[in-house]
């Protein structure tokens, strides 16, 4: 304890007040292997949180690739490298042939940045239209459309955000046909009040899993109204698929196929390395070709030969080890879990998810659907007490998050639901 009071006064002294923590008790991480965590005092933790070592942490082949590619060059891309070029290419082939060019960034961010840009150039235009509880970054451009910490001076007269897709509190009170046609018609809305502003419409952009709005449960066809007044009206469609890309949702190597939707730019982000900064942006040439037009744009770490050797080396261990059917068949066994606790604990009002994305979300009533935070809050500490990691997400913040490396196995999810058992009980 006095060892993390230290750390904390040191972190807050050299990196400033307010950076982001996780628990009331921090962890203190020294050592990671597969879906297993290890505190400085040789505390074992079970990883139900992480995304990024999408294929675990430290995969050895993973590890091999970056140093052996670390030994042997790592520079920037204004020379010529096959490794970006056997990259893209093998990256490419996960996706509809409409998608087929793309640009390496290191983040998240980076992409969503480049992505609102390609809409620009391809449009004329600078009216973004996203959810009202979304974030897809940190830069100046991408920070305008996140709702939780809305940006000094307000939002830019060119966003508009659409309410984000509940299912268990469906918009138009109804599940089905009536709650997807209700999305599309605040997103038809949004496209109309850009269009008379003067800003014009660009693009849609959001998450097909919608994650961090709390992984809503949508019926199938869902974003296909949405998608066609996006098209209708000139715009384009970005699907960020930092977090249910590469394979997470179990059925679908990308959320948009998981949503049944093609867009017309792809983001990609967090598990494309295994924790090396890699990320990127997937669109049709013609898109692609525009932007580098408008703003020729270079990245000076983006799709350095490390990084690409890092990507390959995960797309090999994701075919190698089958971890997208790991994730469909575990996931299917956790939530299955989940929903028998549900049974017994009353301050589960739902379980959703996709593949090894899940969770449950905690109300105070089930009548009234009244969401309970601070439950959630103490159930992710209690947790963390036990040896598991997991976090809380969602529109009312009482959603846990559950988002475990691929790697994640049946008896890894007995332990989960069997702590998650005991700490419900105890709560
Ligand atoms: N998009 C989504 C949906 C995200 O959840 C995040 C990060 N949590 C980002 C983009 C930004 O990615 P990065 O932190 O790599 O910039």
Not at 20 to 32: K, N
Not at 228 to 252: H, M, S, Y
Request: glycine share 12%.
């Amino acid at each position: 304890m006095g060892d993390t009071q230290a750390l904390l006064a040191r972190r807050e002294r050299l990196l400033g007040k307010n950076t982001s923590i996780f628990y009331e008790t921090p962890v203190h991480l020294v050592r990671g292997e597969g879906v297993w965590l290890w505190d400085a005092d040789g505390k074992r933790y079970l990883d139900c949180y992480n995304n990024v070592p999408h294929v675990g942490h430290c995969h050895p082949y993973v590890v091999d690739a970056i140093c052996r590619q670390a030994s042997m060059l790592n520079t920037h891309t204004r020379y010529l490298h096959e490794g970006i070029l056997n990259y893209v290419e093998r990256l490419l082939g996960y996706f509809d042939d409409s998608l087929d060019a793309a640009i390496l960034t290191c983040t998240g961010s980076e992409a969503n940045d480049i992505a609102l840009r390609m809409a620009q150039a391809v449009t004329g235009k600078t009216g973004v239209i996203a959810t009202n509880f979304t974030y897809h970054g940190n830069t100046t451009a991408v920070s305008q459309l996140s709702t939780r910490m809305p940006p000094v001076g307000g939002y830019g007269g060119h966003v508009r955000h659409v309410p984000a897709p509940d299912s268990y509190r469906p918009l138009g009170g109804t599940s089905g046909d009536v709650f997807a046609a209700a999305f599309t018609a605040e997103v038809e809305k949004a496209i109309k009040s850009l269009e008379e502003s003067g800003h014009g419409f660009s693009a849609l952009i959001i998450d097909p899993f919608f994650a961090n709005e709390g992984f809503p449960d949508l019926p199938k066809g869902f974003l296909t109204g949405a998608a066609e007044a996006v098209r209708k009206a000139g715009g384009l469609l970005i699907a960020d698929e930092v977090q249910p890309g590469f394979g997470r949702t179990g059925d679908n190597m990308w959320g948009h196929q998981h949503a049944g939707i093609v867009p017309d730019v792809v983001t990609l982000g967090k598990p494309m390395g295994n924790g090396h900064p890699i990320a990127g942006v997937v669109a049709g040439s013609d898109t692609l070709n525009a932007f580098r037009k408008a703003f020729r744009y270079f990245n000076t770490f983006g799709g350095n030969p490390v990084s690409c050797a890092a990507g390959m080396a995960v797309l090999d261990v994701l075919e190698q080890e089958k971890l997208m059917a790991n994730a469909k068949y575990v996931g299917k066994y956790a939530k299955d879990g989940l929903l028998r606790l549900a049974e017994k604990h009353s301050v589960i009002g739902n379980v959703r998810g996709s593949g090894l994305f899940f969770g449950a979300e905690l109300v105070l009533d089930r009548e009234e659907k009244t969401p309970a935070p601070e439950i959630a809050t103490r159930l992710i500490n209690e947790m963390r007490k036990r040896g598991v990691l997991m976090g809380k997400l969602g529109i009312h913040q009482c959603a846990t998050k559950i988002r475990p490396p691929m790697p994640f196995t049946t008896e890894n999810a007995d332990l989960l639901i069997g702590t998650l058992d005991d700490v419900l009980t105890a709560l």
